[in-house]
C-alpha cells in the first residue's frame, strides 16, 4: 500500500473481566501480571493496554493461542465487549465512548462480522438470512432481496436464496455468513475464526475466495486466527498476541524473517519459508542496461566476470541478459548486444513467492524480477533463494 490511511486507531486498550477492575487496573500499572492479578483480585486481564492501527483496505490478522485475547480485542472494536479504558478510533470516532444507540447504527453501518459458527437464523431461507440486516436498518423489501441475491452471487450461492439453510453444506453457510457482512456495505469486516469449522480443503478454498473478494472490495478485514499457515497466507499484516499483549506486529515476511522474539520464532519453525517470503523482498541488485543507450564503464568495472545484468527497453521491459565478458566484448568489439545477450531467461514477478522462483534457476541463469506492468525491478541469485529458504543459524 502506497499511503496507507488509518481505519481503526486503537490507543492503550484495556480490558479486564471481573468484579474488580479499579483493583486490577491497579495492580496491572504498578507492573502487575495476568497471573499475578487474577491471583490478588479473581479478575482476567484480557486485553493489557494494546496500541496499533488498522489501514484501510487492510487485511490485518490478530493471531495466538487459546485464550491470548483476539476474540476480546476484536469484539471491543464493535463493542460486542465493553473496553475498561482506553480508545478504538473508527475514521476517527472513539467507539469505545459512544453511546448504545450510536453504536447500534455503527454496527449496521459500519461493522459487520461473520462468526465461526456462521450465526445463521435456521428457520429464514438462505436470501431472508442474507437480507436480514438490511431489513433492520428499514431497506424496503424489493430493494434489500435484490441487494441479498446479488451478494449470494458474489460469493457463488446465487442460486440458493430459497433454500434453508440446513440444506447447504458447512462451506457454503459460510459463504452466506459473509454474504450477509458484505451486503450491509460496511467498510469494516471483523471474521472471528471464520473458517475454523470447516474441512481444511473447504477451509483453504474459502482463504482463497476471501482473497478473491478482497481484491474487488478492498474492505478493511479484521480477521481472527489462531494458525499461523491461514495467518501468513491472508494477512497484510498480523498481529500476534499473547496473554492480552501484542508481541509483534508485521507482514508476513517480516515475522519470518525479522521475529521479534523466541516466541515468534517458534510459532514460525513449523511454517513453509517458501511460500510465504516474496521474490521482490529479497532482490540483490538493481542495475540494468537500457538498449541503445552507451555502457558505462564504471558499471562494467563493478560487475564479477561470471555477473548477469539485465538489458531492458525503453518501457524497462527486460528483453535480455548479459554477463560480464560477454558484455566487456561488445564494448571493446563495438558489436550488437541483441546479437550475444540471452533472450531465453526467467523472469518472475515481484509478489510471487520463493515457491515458485525456485525451479527457474534450472536454466542457469539468475533470475529477473518485474513489477506487475512487467517492468524491471532486479535480480534473484540462487544463493539468496537458499539463504532465505533455510537461513543459516547464526
Ligand atoms: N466473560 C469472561 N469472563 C472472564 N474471563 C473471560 C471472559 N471472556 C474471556 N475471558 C478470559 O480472557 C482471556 C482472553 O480470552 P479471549 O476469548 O479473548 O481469547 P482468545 O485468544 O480469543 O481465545 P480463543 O481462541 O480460545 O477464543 C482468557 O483468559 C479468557 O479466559
New binding site residues.
Given amino acids: 500500500m502506497n499511503n496507507p490511511k488509518p481505519k481503526i486507531v486503537i490507543e492503550n486498550l484495556i480490558k479486564i473481566?471481573?468484579d474488580k477492575p479499579h483493583a486490577a487496573l491497579k495492580l496491572f500499572n504498578s507492573g502487575g501480571t495476568r497471573d499475578s492479578i487474577l491471583k490478588a483480585t479473581g479478575n482476567?486481564l484480557?486485553i493489557a493496554d494494546v496500541s496499533f492501527k488498522i489501514n484501510e483496505g487492510e487485511l490485518f490478522v490478530v493471531m495466538?493461542l487459546?485464550?491470548?485475547?483476539?476474540?476480546?480485542?476484536v469484539r471491543c472494536i464493535n463493542r460486542l465487549i465493553n473496553p475498561t479504558s482506553g480508545h478504538i478510533y473508527i475514521d476517527g470516532e472513539d467507539v469505545a465512548h459512544v453511546d448504545e444507540k450510536r453504536m447500534r447504527e455503527i454496527r449496521l453501518s459500519k461493522v459487520s462480522m461473520v462468526f465461526q459458527r456462521f450465526g445463521l437464523f435456521p428457520h429464514k431461507t438462505v436470501a431472508e438470512n442474507v437480507e436480514y440486516g438490511l431489513k433492520v436498518k428499514g431497506m424496503d423489501a424489493e430493494e434489500r432481496r435484490q441487494k441479498a441475491l446479488e451478494n449470494l452471487k458474489s460469493v457463488g450461492l446465487g442460486q440458493w436464496g430459497d433454500y434453508l439453510p440446513s440444506s447447504l453444506s458447512g462451506g457454503m453457510q459460510q459463504r452466506v455468513g459473509l454474504a450477509r457482512a458484505l451486503a450491509t456495505d460496511a467498510d469494516i469486516l471483523l471474521m472471528d475464526e471464520a473458517f475454523s469449522a470447516l474441512d481444511p480443503l473447504i477451509r483453504r478454498e474459502m482463504q482463497d475466495e476471501l482473497l478473491r473478494l478482497q481484491k474487488e472490495l478492498h474492505k478493511t478485514i479484521v480477521f481472527?486466527s489462531?494458525d499461523i499457515q491461514e495467518a501468513l497466507k491472508i494477512g497484510d499484516r498480523i498481529a500476534v498476541?499473547k496473554d492480552?499483549a501484542i508481541v509483534q506486529i508485521g507482514t508476513p515476511e517480516e515475522l519470518i524473517t525479522q521475529p521479534a522474539d523466541d516466541y515468534i520464532r517458534s510459532f514460525m519453525e513449523e511454517v513453509n519459508r517458501a511460500q510465504v517470503i516474496k521474490t521482490g523482498s529479497i532482490i540483490r541488485h538493481t542495475t540494468f542496461l537500457v538498449l541503445g543507450e552507451d555502457i558505462p564503464s564504471e558499471k562494467l568495472k563493478k560487475m564479477s566476470a561470471e555477473e548477469y545484468i539485465c538489458v531492458v527497453d525503453s518501457d524497462r521491459q527486460p528483453i535480455g541478459m548479459v554477463n560480464q565478458e560477454t558484455l566487456a566484448s561488445v564494448v571493446q568489439e563495438q558489436s550488437d548486444i541483441t546479437a550475444v545477450m540471452e533472450t531465453d531467461f526467467p523472469q518472475v514477478e515481484a509478489n510471487s513467492n520463493l515457491e515458485t522462483t525456485f525451479p527457474l534457476y534450472q536454466q542457469g541463469l539468475p533470475i529477473t524480477v518485474v513489477d506487475e506492468e512487467g517492468k524491471f525491478q532486479g535480480i534473484v541469485e540462487i544463493a539468496d533463494v537458499l539463504e532465505n529458504i533455510s537461513p543459516s543459524d547464526n
Avoid at 487459546?66 to 480485542?73: A, E, P, R
Wanted: charged content about 5%.
Fill in positions: 473481566y471481573g482476567v484480557g495466538g487459546s485464550g491470548s485475547g483476539k476474540s476480546t480485542l481472527i489462531h498476541m492480552g
